[in-house]
């Protein structure tokens, strides 16, 4: 270890390689190190089945995708929208994607391959959630249709709902929650959706939420009625 108490990098990176057995270096009498194929790794099958799961929850697990503008009410509308869900017995959590920027995704800028990344993430983690039986809202511009695409088969089956909060640019623009359309219209923020990067209007989502005509409470009732509906086991 360094001064800082820290194991040294190049060591690091020796003792916890993919490709080598770690237990032979904890033993000096340990058998030779031999090299892991990574063709041979597998998953391991749970032991609690789905319909326990869903037997215990009495709704099915599931990932609804919250997209579009900055601006447009996707935090908003996903924490309420949490809220209310919760009050009415669902297991729900929201990932939203300022709060993943502070730390799963804290190592990813703004490009077009940043983004990719940013949102294959969040679908690997909403697929997670809902396999464990959460109704999992993932808040996200996401503005690519075909990452959008990704996360929905990375479900695997599961139910997923695409939801496009519409809202105008000029709308957005004139709310600038967070201030982030003056610094990209005055050329100190870079690579901003809406301006000098594209978006993808969904083409078919599960539900268009007009925020520009709707109150926030009509957005919330209605994403609600439309997800107790298709996910409740019980009633």
Request: charge should be neutral; proline fraction near 6%.
């Amino acid at each position: 270890m360094n001064h800082s108490g820290n194991t040294p990098e190049k060591t690091r990176n020796i003792m916890f390689s993919p490709d080598i057995d770690p237990a032979c270096h904890s033993d000096p009498g340990a058998w030779p190190a031999t090299p892991r194929r990574t063709n041979t790794l597998s998953r391991v099958s749970h032991q609690v089945a789905d319909v326990e799961r869903v037997a215990r929850a009495g709704h099915l697990g599931a990932v609804v995708w919250l997209t579009g503008l900055s601006g447009s009410g996707k935090s908003t509308l996903a924490m309420n929208l949490e809220r209310k869900l919760f009050g009415a017995g669902f297991m729900v959590y929201v990932l939203d994607g300022d709060n993943l920027r502070h730390g799963l995704n804290s190592d990813l800028g703004f490009s077009p391959q940043s983004r990719r990344e940013n949102t294959r993430r969040v679908g690997e983690a909403a697929a997670l959630f809902a396999d464990a039986g959460f109704v999992c809202i993932a808040a996200s511009i996401s503005p690519y249709a075909m990452d959008r695409d990704t996360a929905r088969s990375t479900a695997k089956g599961r139910p997923f709902f695409e939801l496009y909060l519409k809202a105008d640019i000029e709308t957005c623009e004139h709310r600038d929650p967070k201030g982030l359309y003056r610094l990209a219209r005055s050329g100190q923020l870079r690579d901003f959706t809406g301006i000098d990067a594209p978006y993808d209007v969904p083409k078919a989502p599960d539900i268009v939420v007009d925020t520009v005509d709707q109150t926030l409470e009509s957005c919330v009732e209605h994403c609600f009625e439309f997800l107790s509906c298709r996910l409740r086991t019980t009633r």
